[in-house]
């Protein structure tokens, strides 16, 4: 604590998954590393490799499942091809290296910017440099039904993969509504990419998921 209404921290987070014995040694994975200055007038700053700000704005979803079509690509070898294929890109948002701002919270609105460069994505699809993203998220209750919601844009420079020296603009939204006293629900998202310049120019992918 600084002052009243002011602090500064720092938050330290890794994943331990299964050993892949001989096929690695990436069992270990870091999740957040950053600082952050807190002010309860004028939002948070951080600084260091935690979420973007369109990290999870396309999973909304106010029910016990976590599970949307845009986490298919994180299945691995587990589903098969055919079910994959369409979501080859994540349109969600990461945990990349970079600076994020939040603002306070108005009326149940929440505004988020941020900027990450050099990001550790080195895969043979997609290699992303500099990344611009904005976001704006709701969440409210009345009379016994919750609402939450968000919206946001984020570009991406890419240097590597198939989409090497080509530019990404991406949309990307979902919303839940829920019943409280009865658990009833229905939720739901759209993205989409397009790709400028480079081999990916014209390039365009849609997705969408609904639950209920």
Same mark, same amino acid.
């Given at each position: 604590s600084i002052r009243p209404g002011l602090t500064a921290g720092y938050n330290f987070e890794f994943g331990v998954s299964a050993d892949n014995g001989t096929a690695g040694n990436d069992f270990i994975s870091l999740r957040h590393n950053y600082v952050y200055l807190d002010s309860e007038t004028v939002g948070r700053v951080s600084l260091g490799h935690t979420s973007q700000v369109t990290d999870g704005l396309y999973e909304i979803n106010l029910a016990n499942t976590v599970i949307v079509p845009g986490d298919l690509n994180e299945g691995?070898?587990?589903?098969?091809? %055919?079910?994959?294929?369409?979501?080859?890109?994540?349109?969600?948002?990461?945990?990349?290296?970079?600076?994020?701002?939040?603002?306070?919270?108005?009326?149940?609105?929440?505004?988020?910017?941020?900027? @990450?460069?050099?990001?550790?994505?080195?895969?043979?699809?997609?290699?992303?440099?500099?990344?611009?993203? =904005? %976001?704006?998220?709701?969440?409210?209750?009345?009379?016994? =039904?919750?609402?939450? %919601?968000?919206?946001?844009?984020?570009?991406?420079?890419?240097?590597?993969?198939?989409?090497?020296? @080509?530019?990404?603009? =991406?949309?990307?939204? @979902?919303?839940?509504?829920?019943?409280?006293?009865?658990?009833?629900?229905?939720s739901g998202g759209v993205s989409n990419v397009e790709w400028d310049g480079g081999a990916a120019d014209g390039a365009e992918q849609d997705g969408f998921w609904v639950m209920a």
């Open positions: 691995g070898s587990v589903l098969n091809d %055919a079910l994959t294929a369409p979501w080859e890109y994540n349109f969600d948002g990461d945990r990349r290296q970079g600076v994020y701002y939040r603002s306070p919270t108005l009326a149940g609105f929440v505004f988020s910017a941020g900027y @990450s460069h050099d990001s550790p994505e080195t895969s043979a699809t997609y290699g992303r440099e500099d990344v611009w993203e =904005v %976001a704006l998220r709701y969440a409210g209750e009345f009379n016994g =039904v919750r609402l939450a %919601a968000g919206v946001g844009y984020r570009h991406e420079d890419y240097v590597g993969g198939i989409a090497a020296d @080509s530019e990404a603009d =991406v949309w990307l939204g @979902s919303a839940s509504v829920m019943h409280m006293p009865t658990g009833l629900f229905v």
